[in-house]
C-alpha cells in the first residue's frame, strides 16, 4: 500500500507534497516523510504517525525546493516508527528513495550488500532496494537511470519507487511494478502519485504508468521507456474528476459524506444504463463478452473485504436470475491453490480501488489459463480495469473513508443490471419479473435518501445505547447473509468491536452459544420469502436474553414487535432489498466509531488500497 507523491517544477515542493499526501493518507498512515532536492543538497524529514505529525515536526526547517518527493506509509518490512519512515537515504547519503510495494528477494540482496560492507539505518526492504540501486550505479559508473533499470531487472516484487539524486537537481526518476502511478502534465512542471488525487488542484491531464516502465520526469520534459531502454510514448488521458469530490463538503468524515452520496453515486452507476420506461439495459462491457457470458461454463467472482460481500450477493443473483454457475473466490486464496479453470469460465473481478494486488494476481492467472475477465471497478484507469478484456465502471467517485460504503451500494447497483442484462440475454427471466426488477432498481436512489433523512437520527441513537459492547453478532438470509457479513466488517473496521456475520440458521449450529443478555445480535430481517423462518431465528435470540436490533421492511409490526430496536428501509423486491438494508448498518457503525471517539475515516492498522499481498 503506501501513498507516495513527487513535484518537479518551479513553485515550492514541500506545500504541493504535503497536500498530495494528506489526499493519500487513506493508503496508509504509520508515518510520513519527504525528502527535497535544494539545489546543493537533498534534506530529508520523516515522521512516525500522521501526515500532521511530519508538518508538525519540519516546522521552521529549510523547506526552499522545487523539486520534491513524499510518501506515506502503511507498514510491512519494519514497525512503524521515524527509522522505518521513507524516504530513505542511500549509504553515500547522494540518493533518496520512497518505495510503495514489497521487494521480495530482499534478503538475499541485503547480504550481498552486507558482504560488500554496507549498512543500513531502517529494517526496510525498501532501503535494501535503493543501496542495490546505489551500488550499481558505482560499480558500473553510469547513470542513476541505468542503474534503476539494471536492478530493476534482479527485483522479484511489486514497487513503484520514486528517486532523487544530489547530481540531479531537477529530476524525479520513477519506475513501477505492480503499484499504481500516475504522472500529471502541468505548465513547467511533473506531479507524481499513486492516484490523480494529489495533483488535481493543479491539472487534468495525466499519464497512467504501466508496469515495466520508468520515467525521467524533469520541470519540461516526461521521457518514458521500458527496462529495455526504448523510449515509449506517455498516452495523455483526461480527468473528469473535479477536486470537490475529494473533500469533505461540510461532513465531519468523509465516511458520513460517503453514506450520504449514496443516493447519488447509486443514480450516478445507473444512468444511461437503466432504461425503466423502455425496459432496457445498455452495459457495453456486457455486450462485448455476451456470448461468453450467456454460454459460460461458470462465472467465478474473485474480489477480497467488502467486495467479496457485493460478489457474494451477485453470486445468489445471477444463480437466481442466469441460471449459471456461479462461484466466489477470496482472490487471496484463488491465486495460490491451482484452480481449475477453462476458457469457458467468465471471471468477474469486482474492486474499488482496482489495484488490490491479490485481485490483480489472481486475474492474471486466470487469464493465462484462457478464462475472459471483466472487470467491475471503481477507479478509472487502474491496473484491474486495464487488465480486463471488457468491463464496468461504477461511478461511485473518489472513496476516501478507509471503509468502503459507497464503492459497495454502486457495486451492487451494477453487478444487478449485469445479472438482469443476461438474464433477459439469456432468456432465462419472465418480462413481469424483468420489468418489476427495473422499476425498482430505478427507485433505490430515492429509497435510500428516505432512509438516510427519515433514519439517521434514529440510528445514532441506538449506536450510542450499543457503543459499549465487547462483541456483536450479525445475522441474515438469503439475499441479506452477505448484508449480515458486510454489517459485522463495517463495525470491525469502524469500532474495533469484534463482530461475527453468520447465515441466521447456522447461527444454531455453534454461535448461539455466545447469546446472553449482553450480547447485540443485529438481524437483516426485510420481508422476503424467509421472513417466517428468520422471525423463528429472532425467537430463538430473544428466549436466550440476547438484545435483538432488526432492519425491517416499513410495516412490518411482526419483526418490530420482537426486536429491542428496528431500523426501517422501505419495501422493495427481495432481491434488491440488500441495497437498502446494508445503508443502516453503515450508519450504525460509523456512529458507534465516533461514539468511542476513534478514528472513523482512517482506522487503526487498514489501508484503503491492499497493495500488498
Ligand atoms: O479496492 P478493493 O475493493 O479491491 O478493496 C478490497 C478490500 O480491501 C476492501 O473492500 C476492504 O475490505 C475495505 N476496508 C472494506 O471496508
Same mark, same amino acid.
Given at each position: ?24 493518507? %487513506? ?28 508538518e508538525d515536526y519540519v516546522y521552521g526547517k529549510n523547506i ?75 560499480? +558500473?559508473?553510469?547513470?542513476?537511470? @541505468? ?23 531537477d529530476t524525479i526518476i520513477a519506475a513501477r511494478k505492480g ?46 521507456? +521500458? ?63 455476451? @456470448? ?23 453470486? %445468489? ?72 478484456? /471488457? ?11 478507509? /471503509? ?19 438474464? %433477459? ?31 439517521? /437520527?434514529?440510528?445514532?441513537?441506538? /449506536? ?150
Amino acid at each position: 500500500m503506501c501513498g507516495i507523491v513527487g513535484y518537479v517544477g518551479s513553485n515550492l515542493a514541500y506545500p504541493i507534497l504535503i497536500d498530495g499526501l494528506k489526499k493519500l493518507e %487513506y493508503r496508509g498512515y504509520d508515518s510520513a516523510g519527504v525528502a527535497l532536492h535544494t539545489g546543493k543538497a537533498l534534506e530529508v524529514y520523516k515522521k512516525e504517525g500522521k501526515v500532521a505529525a511530519l508538518e508538525d515536526y519540519v516546522y521552521g526547517k529549510n523547506i526552499q525546493a522545487t523539486v520534491g518527493i513524499g510518501h506515506t506509509r502503511w507498514a510491512t518490512h519494519g514497525v512503524p516508527s521515524d527509522r522505518n519512515a521513507h524516504p530513505h537515504y542511500s549509504n553515500s547519503g547522494n540518493i533518496a528513495m520512497i518505495h510503495n510495494g514489497i521487494i521480495e528477494n530482499y534478503a538475499q540482496l541485503k547480504s550481498e550488500l552486507v558482504q560488500k560492507g554496507y549498512t543500513f539505518a531502517s529494517d526496510t526492504d525498501s532501503e535494501v532496494l535503493l543501496n542495490f540501486i546505489e551500488d550499481i550505479k558505482i560499480n +558500473n559508473d553510469c547513470s542513476l537511470e @541505468e542503474a534503476v533499470r539494471i536492478a530493476l531487472k534482479r527485483v522479484v516484487g511489486a514497487y513503484v519507487i520514486l528517486l532523487i539524486d544530489q547530481d540531479l537537481p531537477d529530476t524525479i526518476i520513477a519506475a513501477r511494478k505492480g503499484s499504481p502511478l500516475v504522472i500529471g502534465i502541468g505548465n513547467n512542471a511533473h506531479y507524481l502519485g499513486s492516484d490523480a488525487s494529489p495533483m488535481l488542484a493543479y491539472t487534468k491531464e495525466v499519464v497512467y504508468i504501466n508496469d515495466y516502465e520508468l520515467a525521467i520526469v524533469r520541470p519540461d520534459e516526461l521521457i518514458l521507456k +521500458n527496462l529495455g531502454n526504448e523510449r515509449i510514448t506517455p498516452f495523455v488521458q483526461k480527468l473528469d474528476i473535479e477536486l470537490a469530490a475529494i473533500e469533505k463538503g461540510g461532513y465531519d468524515h468523509f465516511m458520513l459524506k460517503e453514506i450520504f452520496e449514496q443516493p447519488q453515486t447509486i443514480f450516478d452507476s445507473l444512468r444511461g444504463r437503466l432504461d425503466a420506461e423502455h425496459q432496457h439495459i445498455t452495459l457495453s462491457g456486457v455486450d462485448k463478452i455476451k @456470448e461468453k457470458l450467456i454460454h459460460a461454463n461458470r462465472v467465478i467472482i474473485v474480489a477480497c473485504g467488502t467486495s467479496w460481500h457485493a460478489g457474494l450477493l451477485a453470486e %445468489y443473483v445471477i444463480e437466481e436470475l442466469c441460471r449459471i454457475n456461479v462461484e466466489v473466490e477470496y482472490a487471496s486464496e484463488f491465486r495460490y491453490r491451482n484452480p481449475i479453470i477453462t476458457d469457458k469460465d467468465v471471471i468477474i473481478a469486482v474492486s474499488q480501488s482496482g489495484e488490490t494486488a491479490d485481485t490483480l494476481v489472481a486475474i492474471e492467472n486466470a487469464k493465462k489459463q484462457g478464462a475472459t475477465i471483466f472487470g467491475l471497478v471503481n477507479v478509472v484507469g487502474s491496473s484491474i480495469a486495464r487488465m480486463s478484456d /471488457a468491463g464496468a465502471y461504477t461511478h461511485a467517485g473518489p472513496e476516501i473513508g478507509v /471503509a468502503s460504503t459507497k464503492a459497495f451500494t454502486a457495486q451492487l447497483a451494477v453487478l444487478y443490471l449485469i445479472a438482469l442484462k443476461v438474464a %433477459y440475454e439469456k432468456q432465462t427471466i419472465d418480462k413481469t419479473l424483468f420489468n418489476k426488477l427495473l422499476g425498482d432498481l430505478a427507485k433505490v436512489p430515492q429509497y435510500v435518501q428516505d432512509i438516510l433523512e427519515e433514519q439517521d /437520527a434514529a440510528i445514532k441513537e441506538i /449506536a450510542n445505547k450499543y457503543a459499549d459492547a465487547r462483541d456483536f453478532l450479525y445475522l441474515g438470509r438469503g439475499f441479506n447473509f452477505p448484508i449480515a457479513l458486510e454489517g459485522a466488517l463495517k463495525l470491525k473496521e469502524i469500532s474495533y468491536i469484534h463482530a461475527e456475520g453468520y447465515p441466521a440458521a447456522e447461527m444454531k449450529h455453534g454461535p448461539i452459544a455466545l447469546v446472553d443478555e449482553n450480547l447485540p445480535v443485529v438481524f437483516v430481517a426485510t420481508k422476503d420469502s424467509y421472513h417466517e423462518k428468520i422471525v423463528s431465528n429472532i425467537q430463538e435470540i430473544k428466549a436466550r436474553k440476547g438484545q435483538v436490533i432488526a432492519v425491517v421492511s416499513q410495516g412490518d409490526n411482526v419483526v418490530a414487535g420482537l426486536a429491542d430496536d428496528v431500523m426501517v428501509v422501505p419495501q422493495i423486491h427481495e432481491i434488491l432489498a440488500p441495497i437498502l438494508s446494508v445503508v443502516p448498518l453503515q450508519l450504525l457503525s460509523y456512529y458507534i466509531g465516533i461514539n468511542r471517539g476513534l478514528d472513523v475515516d482512517k482506522p487503526r492498522n487498514l489501508a484503503k488500497s491492499v497493495t500488498v499481498e
